[in-house]
């Protein structure tokens, strides 16, 4: 199991980006895709990627306009340029403008991957010379928290208040309802704002290196070890590290970081001195930790450690006033290939307000990303955020035959269509859990069976996605 490098395609041929997206994806690459230079940028204001890539010429401009810009955002990515119009003259260009290669398409998946890792090792080298903090840093922007519902003034009220100490903060709330971009603003809104900002997705890492890349080691400390290396924990001094999906970090590991939390002391694998750094720490998850310390799943002194402090997230369903407000400033990052802006139907606010969202915010994104693609003009319609549906109201009798069909799909280890889910969340009143099983089940339809990519777009590691299925299973 390898690291999961994110790449970002930006090339305005929905095709190419498919095809490059599958074949990274099964290998182990988390892939982002934008089929405008407006979207690209957007996805790089809100992540931090390892390399671009970046076609010549895109609807709403052109690459080596768009390159420059992505390098002043963040200088140590790499960007690979892409282009079915590849002359001398734009290859140079390229190159100086900062570019790491130069491909022209159509290009050989194989050729491409190898550029890929070059890129990947030169990225490294500049990290380890310039340091990773400076990279983060660049990250330290102000979050875009949309929204003006009661309920949603008060958590960004709170988190204000919480940005101003440094006791550890414990962020709870379903996948997809903004974890991550709150710990952000916790540390933008607090006096460590100038300091580096390192997030862990305690899910994405592999067991067996989590140790080392949390605290760091010493040459010679393992097979492979050729030089000393920082962890994380040491890059966030005098900042925050965000510690995402808590719930799923190894309980030998969780004996470790409660020391390190007790006493900001740590040593690196094949060492024996101890460290001492500053840390403010933020941790999130989407798991009830009070049941998994029952469990025997998580450490009970170290979730009392951790919830010093406490920042419940509401699910959307909870607040439906921010709903059609989220819905059009995500329709305010997406435009159709001929750079048409959309815009949605009275039909469609009316059929996301009673929506249920059990994906959340993640999954609102994920709506009106499809739909802006699938609408026939600027106006979007219920059947262009949930397509092949009349969204229609159904019957008690429709719900109790749809509750069957799921027990049936899971028997025979089918699929369920994302879909289905928007008619299944309007009838009746299913469970949360039958919600949720049967959104993730809709997924994995969606993606083919994709494991990784259902996660990724689910928001949750691949180790809680077997556990699930497991589960379902059962």
């Known amino acids: 199991m390898k690291y999961h490098y994110k790449v970002l395609i930006i090339d305005d041929e929905e095709g190419l980006r498919a095809i490059i997206d599958k074949r990274l994806s099964r290998n182990g690459y988390e892939v982002h895709q934008a089929g405008t230079a407006q ?15 970046l076609d010549l010429r895109l609807p709403d401009g052109d690459g080596l306009s768009l390159l420059p810009q992505i390098k002043q955002r963040q200088p140590d990515l790499q960007v ?33 991957e190898i550029t890929l890792q070059k890129a990947l090792e030169q990225r490294k080298l500049l990290i380890e010379n310039t340091g990773l903090r400076q990279v983060v840093n660049r990250q330290n922007f102000e979050p875009k928290i949309i929204g003006e519902s009661e309920g949603l003034k008060s958590i960004k009220e709170l988190t204000r208040k919480m940005a101003q100490v440094d006791t550890p903060i414990l962020i709870q709330g379903e996948s997809g309802t903004g974890k991550e971009l709150f710990a952000r603003a916790l540390h933008v809104w607090g006096a460590r704002k100038d300091q580096a900002y ?33 962890g994380l924990v040491e890059m966030a001094d005098r900042g925050t590290l965000f510690l995402d999906e808590i719930g799923e970090m190894p309980l030998q590991l969780q004996v470790k970081l409660l020391r390190f939390l007790e006493t900001g002391e740590f040593r690196r694998v094949g060492d024996t001195r101890l460290r001492r750094v500053d840390v403010r720490i933020i941790a999130a998850t989407n798991r009830e930790l009070q049941h998994e310390v029952e469990k025997g799943r998580f450490r009970q002194d170290l979730f009392y450690r951790l919830n010093g402090l406490t920042l419940n997230l509401p699910p959307l369903r909870e607040r439906r006033e921010d709903i059609i407000p989220l819905a059009e400033y995500f329709l305010t990052t997406k435009t159709k290939i001929d750079s048409t802006v ?23 994104a994920h709506l009106i990303e499809r739909a802006v693609i699938l609408a026939e003009g600027p106006e979007i319609y219920p059947s262009d955020l949930w397509p092949g549906q009349g ?3 159904k019957s008690n009798s429709d719900f109790a035959k749809e509750t069957v069909l799921i027990e049936e799909t899971d028997r025979t280890n089918g699929m369920l269509t994302h879909e289905f889910l928007s008619l299944f969340s309007q009838v009746g009143r299913p469970t949360l859990d039958s919600v949720e099983r049967a959104y993730i089940l809709g997924i994995l339809k969606e993606t083919g069976g994709n494991r990784n990519q259902a996660a990724k777009i689910l928001g949750i590691s691949v180790r809680n996605l077997y556990r699930k299925i497991e589960e379902y299973r059962a």
């Open 391 to 393: 969204h229609k109201e």
């Open 342 to 364: 959309c815009y949605l139907s009275d039909k469609a606010k009316q059929a996301l307000f009673q929506y249920e969202f059990p994906g959340n915010v993640r999954e609102m």
């Open 39 to 53: 979207t690209g940028i957007s996805l790089l204001q809100d992540h931090l990627f390892d390399v671009v890539l």
């Open 198 to 230: 390192i997030p862990v997705n305690s899910g994405a890492i592999p067991e067996a290196i989590m140790e080392s890349e949390l605290f760091g080691y010493e040459k010679g400390a393992f097979t492979g070890a050729n030089m000393a290396k920082m």
């Open 80 to 112: 690979i340029m892409l282009t079915g119009h590849g002359t001398l003259e734009s290859a140079i260009e390229a190159m100086k403008s900062g570019a790491f290669d130069y491909l022209t398409k159509p290009c050989n998946l194989s050729e491409l």
